[in-house]
């Protein structure tokens, strides 16, 4: 009889025991689930703003991480870079650690140091981290600007339509020639979620009436390609914020003809895109082909 009782009481135990087995795992197993949904939400490119001060950091799956420090002006238009730190990354147990193994921004990002993170609110695009001294620093996840060079394009790139005018004359017996030319602005660094100007279609008009002002002679040969390529920049800046670093030009002809000039124009207009159309320059291509006939 007393063995039956012990053999009932150990069953009783060993059920018992394998309940608490099972909750115990779950909890654990949640617990896991969690810190693995959390860093998936890390991953990613973040800012942390403060004093016109960005601190943009990258984080990837691999474990590392990089960071540069960039400061805007009054306008927070314009960008000065100010250096970049790396090293890497792990989440433990609701801390975000980040270990500096290299870094030239040493006031932001010490070297050889190890920076502990409380994670107070995560989600896709937000990420509220609380420092060691107590300060709370709101992230803000970024996307990367897609530029010509394709994405994480550091410059974004604003392309048009080609141009195509007469070129001014000395006299009437002068010969007809026409300046062609496919160009595409390349901006400053912009701010993070500072969104690209678009390309105003008075910028456009008043780079027609420059061009149309020059003579062959100031187009005649590279070098002074060069100095109407920065002339022209003067002009479209006012109209993009004084964004403009660079006008490029990617292909120029003098035409002595409307046949080549028609040429150029079908050759160097860009395919339209219904996911990407060029900045500002949506229905420009008819445009063109009117401004080429009435010039001509």
């Known amino acids: 009889m007393e063995q039956q009782v012990g053999n009932v009481f150990l069953s009783r135990w060993a059920v018992v025991c394998a309940v608490i087995f099972i909750i115990l795992a779950g909890i654990a197993g949640c617990g896991g689930e969690k810190e693995k949904d959390n860093t998936e939400l890390v991953l990613g490119n973040w800012v942390y703003f403060s004093n016109r001060t960005y601190i943009l950091t990258s984080i990837d799956m691999k474990g590392t991480w990089k960071s540069s420090v960039r400061i805007a002006d009054v306008t927070s238009k314009i960008v000065d870079s100010r250096g970049t730190a790396s090293g890497t990354w792990h989440l433990d147990e609701g801390q975000l650690i980040f270990t500096v193994v290299d870094s030239d921004i040493n006031d932001v990002w010490e070297k050889d140091s190890t920076a502990f993170y409380k994670v107070l609110e995560l989600s896709k695009h937000l990420m509220i981290l609380e420092g060691e ?25 604003v392309t048009m339509a080609p141009y195509a005018v007469n070129l001014n004359k000395h006299s009437s017996g002068t010969q007809d020639r026409y300046l062609c ?7 400053l660094e912009l701010m993070p979620e500072q969104p690209v100007p678009q390309f105003h279609p008075r910028a456009r008009d008043a780079a027609i009436m420059y061009l149309a002002s020059l003579t062959y002679d100031d187009v005649s040969d590279f070098d002074r390609i060069k100095v109407q390529k920065e002339k022209v920049k003067a002009v479209l800046n006012p109209y993009m914020d004084g964004l403009i670093k660079e006008v490029v030009i990617d292909h120029v002809v003098v035409a002595v003809s409307a046949a ?22 949506k229905g420009e291509a008819g445009k063109d082909k009117e401004e080429t006939s009435k010039d001509s």
């Open 181 to 187: 030319l496919s160009m595409h602005l390349e901006l």
């Open 133 to 157: 001294n107590g300060h709370k620093q709101e992230w803000k996840k970024t996307v990367q600007k897609k530029g010509k060079g394709g994405p994480g394009e550091v410059n974004p790139i």
């Open 260 to 281: 080549k000039v028609e040429e150029f124009i079908i050759e160097h207009t860009p395919a339209p895109s219904k996911e990407e159309p060029a900045e500002g320059e």
